[in-house]
């Protein structure tokens, strides 16, 4: 399977879980770049959370 990488609109590549910040809201979840709160889209953020650096 191959990694899923995403570039957000501050420059910062998003591949590992570890770029992302996760706000958990009533009813579901949403996913912002680290680096700037950008909100990520939630089908890449989902993939990119179940990414870790090996």
């Given amino acids: 399977m191959s990694r899923t990488t995403y570039?957000?609109?501050c420059g910062a590549?998003?591949?590992y879980n570890q770029?992302?910040?996760s706000d958990r809201?009533?009813?579901s979840r949403t996913w912002k770049?680290?680096?700037?709160?950008?909100?990520v889209?939630?089908?890449i953020a989902e993939k990119i959370g179940h990414?870790?650096?090996?």
Avoid at 51 to 54: A, L, W
């Fill in 7 to 9: 570039r957000c609109t």
């Fill in 13 to 15: 590549l998003l591949e």
């Fill in 19 to 21: 770029n992302l910040v």
């Fill in 25 to 27: 809201g009533a009813t």
């Fill in 33 to 39: 770049c680290k680096e700037c709160a950008t909100p």
């Fill in 41 to 43: 889209p939630g089908m």
């Fill in 51 to 54: 990414q870790h650096p090996s």
